[in-house]
């Protein structure tokens, strides 16, 4: 069984603050990880991948890669009240994805 | 381009009816996958396509099947539908499993009553 774990939160954070959203996997040959927001009632959209070892800065979003400890991470910074959303981990192995059961972010006004 | 497009939207079904969720896309991705989201909970793997022609099962294949004849279309075939396949159904594509995402379709809410 492949897992990605990740925090379900609530995650409450002040407008303007960086949330930290983090997630690990099990298995070592994952080779490309995911995040993707989800609001409520809708679909997953893909925020940001990454593949290699260290940080990728997209916007306000930073995802952190470290495959020695199996940790994932996405940072966002200046927190805004649209970023209110479901957070989903996702890993791919193979020909498949592995999809944590994602984090809850609120961002307070 | 119109993406990844599910239909229905919403289903209601009554317990030992049997139905199919339809989903193509247009954007020639050869990788294609059925997803059941329940609440409070992750995504569940259920069938996925590398492929026209094959398909393989996920995580939760019992009580569902699928077919790909075309790289278009992966319509998920329910049969004998039971309460405990109430639940969102995402369908999805990507180009490849490395350095990129899925992008998904709208969603199938469906109750079996």
């Known amino acids: 069984q492949k897992e990605v774990e990740q925090n379900s939160g609530p995650l409450s954070v002040p407008e303007g603050a960086i949330a930290s959203l983090n997630c690990t996997y099990s298995?070592?040959?994952?080779?490309?990880f995911f995040w993707y927001r989800q609001y409520s009632g809708k679909s997953p959209e893909l925020i940001m991948f990454i593949y290699s070892n260290g940080d990728k800065e997209d916007g306000r979003f930073t995802a952190q890669l470290n495959k020695a400890s199996q940790y994932v991470s996405l940072l966002i910074r200046d927190s805004q009240p649209s970023d209110s959303a479901t957070y989903l981990c996702a890993v791919s192995t193979g020909n498949q994805f592995y999809f944590g059961t994602g984090t809850s972010l609120t961002v307070i006004p | 381009n119109a993406g990844v497009t599910q239909t229905p939207k919403f289903r209601i079904l009554k317990i030992g009816q049997s139905m199919t969720l339809q989903c193509a896309q247009d954007?020639?991705?050869?990788?294609m996958y059925w997803y059941r989201q329940d609440p409070g909970m992750g995504l569940k793997l259920i069938y996925y396509s590398v492929g026209a022609g094959i398909t393989d099962k996920g995580e939760v294949p019992n009580g569902y099947n699928v077919s790909r004849s075309t790289t278009e279309d992966f319509p998920l075939r329910l049969e004998l539908a039971a309460p405990s396949q109430t639940s969102v159904y995402f369908c999805a594509s990507s180009y490849t499993t490395r350095g990129y995402g899925y992008t998904f379709g709208s969603g199938t809410r469906l109750t079996v009553v």
């Open positions: 298995d070592r040959g994952s080779q490309s």
């Open positions: 954007m020639n991705h050869n990788y």
